[in-house]
């Protein structure tokens, strides 16, 4: 289907360890969907000293190249990310 960005991904039930995206362009934004049911995950963002809230239904916009970011273990639950 049409889509306004360069590639895609779908990451299932995995943990991501802290990063930055080496593909992703630096003046344009990753757009982040958290979906799955009953977990608590969490988007860690270590450049800015921050840990957000990412449950079913998240929708982020992060400059990936720049942003280091990550996914630790977030317990129960199934997590599923389009990215």
């Given at each position: ?20 995206d080496p593909g ?60």
């Amino acid at each position: 289907w049409p889509s306004t960005f360069s590639g895609m991904e779908v990451i299932v039930n995995r943990e991501m360890p802290h990063h930055r995206d080496p593909g992703a362009s630096v003046s344009i934004y990753d757009l982040l969907v958290s979906l799955g049911q009953d977990h608590q995950a969490v988007l860690d963002l270590p450049d800015l000293g921050a840990q957000l809230g990412y449950p079913p239904g998240t929708m982020v916009y992060i400059a990936g190249k720049v942003l280091e970011h990550g996914v630790p273990r977030w317990g129960d639950g199934e997590r599923i990310v389009i990215a």
